[in-house]
């Protein structure tokens, strides 16, 4: 470990260190033009898609503006692409919901502290494996298993933001396809249509200008034209009123009994906390009967926990869907009565009402009753504190598996964005240097309140277009961020949820590709077969997003062992080209005595037995067989059990009265066969520098005295051909 540490070290020069130092003495006025507008221009797309994105991963929406503070100027500055623009994106924000779920509320405190603690840690690993140079791991992820996983993701992150759409809210379940399931049902059930006519008109203005011209930020249009007509409607109606104010008095136990279950999840949660610590502290001390009743104790505790929740939940369902109306009696008091059931001789105040309601106990004094859409809201002015993320050892540990696949996934996200703008530019791409970058940007993000970000397609296009130079043009994007957050967050106040959640819809349909899913098919059936069993178990599994990797990774090394086990074994004869090819493929007679087989692949302890098995299957069907000669050219590696296995082989055939040669063979392997004096076993006059010499060194031997007039390893010889028996 030291040493490749020490050897990391030893490499890593100063264009490694500070890669902008190779850009930088080249850099040009007409240059500094060019990044200013593509920096601007890029800004008025990451400024709300920043804001939507963080909602999308669970945090309030200007953690998406501190997410589009420094990692993107960081990752410009220290990577290897002068066009990739890096932020918040869909996929690693969705995945980063996935993975603080399990840990905290979603909003809370807590659960911004383990996105903090999530950022450092992907960007340890992205780092660790630049620093190393370990790029190649995200080899693992093979594109069949990218493919399936991206598509699914973007309809579980569109689908998801249904609820915004339609002003509805619902519990998260344990599976997204019934979440959604109960969006819809509490979608039929009400609609609020000002909601839903907010995010239809941002759709539309960015659809529309999108088809008109790339030149015009469509997403800014939409959020200025919907925030303007926000503030001037009044689209946000909320009002603050006692219990008292709620005239049905079923309806009033009902939210009494909801805050006693909620207030007594609260206590059992900080029990389950003390539990926990005690477990802790005794498997330090290694006081086994106190663990032993801890345990015990949390897990009576946790049933009582689930059984509580469930309650408490059924009366949350029934409490978000009561919709009052408002009017006020003949003494000139508010009250709030179920649709339906207020009386004749009461004005009647504003729209249809609804409970704002959460986990958390309500606050029977201050009822917060909403009649209106909802709005992102007061978003605090000036930059995010700076400090180290809190690390917690148990969410830690919790966190590992989904760091390493935000790590994997994000990278690779931004290494294809890079090379694909790379082919376009003639820029040179370094895949561990772009990892280097990638993980400083969530490392320095993860202090600056940031959580876990990558390489966006989205806006690397736009930089690109817009005439970026160099990596200036994100560092003046992250400015422009800055301005932001010192001078307009005020009016971002009005900004409709429905407009983020139509922004998330408009920027996922791109990660789409039905077409993708076709070409794996085409390239090979079971590439596609991956391609589309990663996304099916993507879907099934949502939200817990890294099964379905997990499966795709699986099924890809499945299929890569198979192939290793099994690689193709074929016997040779002349085709019209006058060239060595597959018999079978290409319907050509073999030869009688002489057989040519190559095997396609390095002979190591998977496959070893497998060529063994051929070879025998060749003596048995082959009655007139005289001499083996075995292709190597695909053979480019061997172990100790491909050794052993073919030293084997060459005793077999060799009592069987049957020679058997190489030819072709790769150094490396040469080397193996001279240490293990396989080499003197076989005959050095037994290995031929090609099939044609080899052909040629036995054919007169093997021949003299046959039945074989036109052997078809000197002729072609299809099996079309009728003047000579079979195998002639």
């Given at each position: 470990?030291?040493?490749?540490?020490?050897?990391?070290?030893?490499?890593?020069?100063?264009?490694?260190?500070?890669?902008?130092?190779?850009?930088?003495?080249?850099?040009?006025?007409?240059?500094?033009?060019?990044?200013?507008?593509?920096?601007?221009?890029?800004?008025?797309?990451?400024?709300?898609?920043?804001?939507?994105?963080?909602?999308?991963?669970?945090?309030?929406?200007?953690?998406?503006?501190?997410?589009?503070?420094?990692?993107?100027?960081?990752?410009?500055?220290?990577?290897?692409?002068?066009?990739?623009?890096?932020?918040?994106?869909?996929?690693?924000?969705?995945?980063?919901?996935?993975?603080?779920?399990?840990?905290?509320?979603?909003?809370?405190?807590?659960?911004?502290?383990?996105?903090?603690?999530?950022?450092?840690?992907?960007?340890?690993?992205?780092?660790?494996?630049?620093?190393?140079?370990?790029?190649?791991?995200?080899?693992?992820?093979?594109?069949?298993?990218v493919n399936g996983f991206t598509n699914a993701a973007a309809i579980i992150i569109a689908t998801g933001q249904i609820s915004k759409l339609f002003g509805v809210t619902v519990d998260s379940s344990d599976y997204h396809y019934h979440t959604v399931v109960q969006v819809v049902k509490a979608a039929l059930h009400h609609t609020h249509w000002p909601t839903l006519m907010m995010g239809a008109f941002a759709f539309a203005i960015m659809l529309v200008l999108k088809k008109i011209t790339l030149r015009i930020p469509n997403v800014l249009v939409a959020v200025a034209a919907t925030t303007l007509i926000s503030w001037a409607t009044g689209f946000e109606q909320r009002t603050t009123m006692p219990l008292e104010s709620i005239v049905d008095a079923d309806v009033r136990a009902l939210i009494v009994h909801f805050n006693a279950e909620a207030t007594q999840l609260d206590q059992m949660g900080d029990r389950r906390a003390r539990i926990n610590d005690t477990l802790k502290q005794a498997k330090i001390d290694g006081h086994r009967m106190i663990e032993i009743d801890s345990r015990r104790d949390l897990d009576i505790l946790n049933y009582q926990f689930a059984l509580k929740a469930e309650q408490a939940a059924d009366y949350r369902h029934r409490i978000r869907r009561l919709l009052f109306e408002a009017g006020r009696d003949r003494v000139g008091d508010i009250r709030y009565y179920v649709n339906g059931t207020r009386p004749a001789d009461t004005e009647r105040i504003g729209r249809t009402w609804r409970l704002r309601i959460g986990s958390a106990p309500l606050n029977a004094s201050a009822l917060v009753f909403?009649?209106?859409?909802?709005?992102?809201?007061?978003?605090?002015?000036?930059?995010?504190?700076?400090?180290?993320?809190?690390?917690?050892?148990?969410?830690?540990?919790?966190l590992i598996p989904p760091a390493v696949i935000i790590a994997l996934l994000g990278f690779m996200e931004a290494i294809s964005i890079a090379k694909a703008m790379a082919a376009k530019t003639g820029q040179r791409i370094d895949p561990n240097q772009?990892?280097?970058?990638?993980?400083?940007?969530?490392?320095?993000?993860?202090?600056?309140?940031?959580?876990?970000?990558?390489?966006?397609?989205?806006?690397?296009?736009?930089?690109?277009?817009?005439?970026?130079?160099?990596?200036?043009?994100?560092?003046?994007?992250?400015?422009?961020?800055?301005?932001?957050?010192?001078?307009?967050?005020?009016?971002?106040?009005?900004?409709?949820?429905?407009?983020?959640?139509?922004?998330?819809?408009?920027?996922?349909?791109g990660l789409i590709n039905a077409r993708g899913f076709i070409q794996a098919w085409q390239a090979q059936w079971y590439d596609g077969a991956i391609s589309v069993a990663t996304f099916l178990f993507t879907l099934a599994f949502a939200p817990h997003l890294d099964r379905g990797i997990i499966v795709g990774v699986v099924l890809s090394l499945g299929v890569f062992l198979y192939r290793s086990m099994r690689p193709q074994v074929v016997d040779l004869s002349m085709g019209l080209d006058k060239a060595l090819h597959d018999a079978v493929a290409h319907g050509l007679k073999e030869c009688r005595y002489i057989d040519v087989v190559r095997f396609g692949g390095p002979l190591f302890f998977a496959n070893a037995s497998y060529l063994e098995d051929q070879i025998r299957h060749r003596r048995k069907i082959k009655k007139e067989l005289k001499h083996i000669i075995i292709a190597a050219e695909s053979i480019n590696d061997m172990d100790a059990s491909g050794q052993e296995s073919l030293s084997l082989i060459v005793d077999r055939v060799r009592s069987a009265g049957i020679d058997i040669s190489l030819s072709s063979v790769h150094e490396p392997v040469m080397q193996v066969l001279r240490r293990t004096h396989l080499l003197y076993k076989i005959g050095e006059d037994h290995i031929y520098p090609t099939m044609k010499q080899a052909i040629r060194a036995i054919h007169e031997q093997t021949h003299r005295g046959g039945r074989e007039k036109n052997c078809p390893l000197t002729s072609v010889r299809a099996l079309s051909t009728h003047n000579e028996p079979n195998g002639g």
């Open positions: 470990m030291a040493r490749g540490l020490s050897s990391a070290l030893h490499n890593l020069s100063p264009s490694r260190l500070l890669p902008f130092l190779e850009w930088l003495p080249g850099y040009r006025a007409s240059h500094f033009k060019g990044d200013l507008f593509a920096g601007l221009t890029v800004a008025l797309v990451l400024v709300p898609q920043s804001m939507a994105y963080a909602q999308l991963a669970g945090l309030p929406a200007y953690y998406g503006l501190y997410a589009a503070f420094l990692p993107p100027a960081v990752a410009a500055l220290f990577g290897s692409s002068r066009q990739l623009a890096t932020g918040p994106v869909a996929v690693v924000s969705l995945m980063a919901a996935v993975a603080l779920q399990p840990l905290a509320t979603t909003g809370s405190q807590a659960y911004i502290g383990y996105a903090l603690l999530l950022a450092l840690m992907v960007g340890l690993f992205q780092f660790g494996l630049g620093l190393f140079r370990l790029g190649l791991v995200v080899n693992f992820l093979s594109h069949p298993v909403c009649g209106g859409g909802e709005v992102v809201g007061a978003i605090p002015k000036g930059l995010p504190d700076f400090s180290l993320p809190e690390i917690d050892g148990h969410g830690a540990m919790a772009e990892l280097m970058g990638q993980g400083l940007a969530n490392m320095i993000g993860s202090v600056s309140q940031s959580y876990p970000v990558a390489g966006s397609f989205s806006r690397s296009a736009v930089n690109l277009q817009a005439g970026a130079a160099s990596g200036f043009s994100s560092a003046i994007a992250s400015l422009a961020v800055v301005a932001t957050l010192f001078f307009f967050t005020p009016l971002l106040y009005h900004l409709p949820q429905s407009v983020l959640a139509a922004i998330i819809m408009m920027a996922v349909a």
